[in-house]
């Protein structure tokens, strides 16, 4: 979902302990497993494991549910939804990404149906100061930092990348949260939350690599 005119907006931030909690728990983590390796050829720099949300992809590692990992992102996308969010809308889609050191993703388009619809939230667990993301807005380009334990909401309809030119992982939790009448509507009318993104689009999920 397209933000107005910005590339991104910080919302506030969020209690130290419970972005703790995910940072402890995934101390123990092999980012170098190969399931965590990401399919797309733009984004294939970056890693990704999946909460067992209403859409996850197969071809990534989903965290098991009831595992300490779970529950402390559990809490985390919790509070956002209750605190920032107002119950108003429901997590859809969550999924913990790393960009080791001297990565990048390439410029791309997050194009499928359940972007379009949703609210991409970030929160940063942990990052540096030469971590950057960019937004191309109305041809425009908008480069930012995100600071570790703010919550920010992002525009990835338009072009967008994102580099680490830091020394070590840049690793985010990225939630993807739908209206909650528009998700009911959505589960009546049959919709394919994943439906597939157009031929020739460079975009997330479309496995290009």
């Not at 402890?24 to 980012?31: C, S």
């Not at 190969?34 to 990704?48: I, K, N, P, V, Y």
């Not at 429901?90 to 960009?99: G, N, Q, V």
């Amino acid at each position: 979902m397209r933000l107005k005119q910005s590339s991104h907006l910080a919302l506030g931030r969020v209690p130290q302990d419970l972005c703790d909690r995910v940072r402890t728990a995934l101390k123990n983590i092999e980012w170098s497993r190969q399931d965590h390796g990401r399919t797309e050829r733009t984004l294939d720099q970056g890693l990704l494991m999946e909460m067992p949300y209403h859409v996850s992809n197969p071809h990534y590692h989903v965290i098991q549910a009831g595992s300490p990992l779970c529950l402390a992102v559990d809490s985390l996308v919790s509070f956002i939804q209750h605190r920032h969010l107002k119950n108003a809308c429901i997590p859809i889609r969550c999924e913990i990404a790393a960009l080791p050191p001297g990565a990048s993703l390439e410029v791309h388009r997050d194009e499928l149906w359940f972007h379009s619809h949703s609210r991409r939230l970030h929160v940063p667990l942990i990052t540096n100061d030469r971590c950057w993301h960019m937004c191309e807005i109305d041809s425009n380009e908008q480069v930012y930092h995100m600071v570790a334990d703010v919550l920010y909401e992002l525009n990835n309809i338009d072009r967008h990348a994102a580099w680490n030119d830091g020394p070590v992982h840049r690793i985010h939790v990225i939630v993807d949260f739908m209206p909650l009448d528009f998700f009911a509507q959505a589960l009546l009318s049959g919709q394919d939350f994943k439906d597939k993104v157009p031929a020739g689009l460079y975009a997330e999920w479309s496995k290009d690599k």
